[in-house]
Nanobody, 124 residues
């Protein structure tokens, strides 16, 4: 049974940094593509970043490119999202997701396993 547990969220000011963690259990992380999505209040859940299982190739939403970095440490079964220069529009619940397959890893429906989320609030 796949279990994903996010942590690291909090209340910060614009321009600050946060690092989110996603601890995976019940799986061998190295065979999974891993992603972060976020959901702002009243909005749909949206793609943030993904890191592929082979070679660690990464891809980002345009809104976070250059500010966020996704990484993974397979030996620790953990995925990270380093968020720098945070903006108020980055506020939301951040979710970790895992999948072993999927044609388009920017789509929610490509991921079958999700964490419970961690809240990030950025004040102006």
């Amino acid at each position: 049974q796949v279990q994903l547990v996010e942590s690291g969220g909090g209340l910060v000011q614009a321009g600050d940094s946060l690092r989110l963690s996603c601890a995976a259990s019940g799986i061998v992380l190295s065979v999974y593509h891993m992603a972060w999505f976020r959901q702002a209040p009243g909005k749909e859940r949206e793609f943030v970043a993904v890191i592929r299982r082979n070679g660690g190739i990464t891809y980002y939403a345009d809104s976070v490119k250059g500010r966020f970095t996704i990484s993974r440490v397979n030996a620790k079964n953990t995925v990270y999202l380093q968020m720098n220069n945070l903006k108020p529009e980055d506020t939301g619940d951040y979710y970790c997701a895992a999948t072993t397959s999927g044609d388009d890893l920017t789509l929610r429906q490509s991921f079958r396993s999700w964490g419970q989320g961690t809240r990030v609030t950025v004040s102006s």
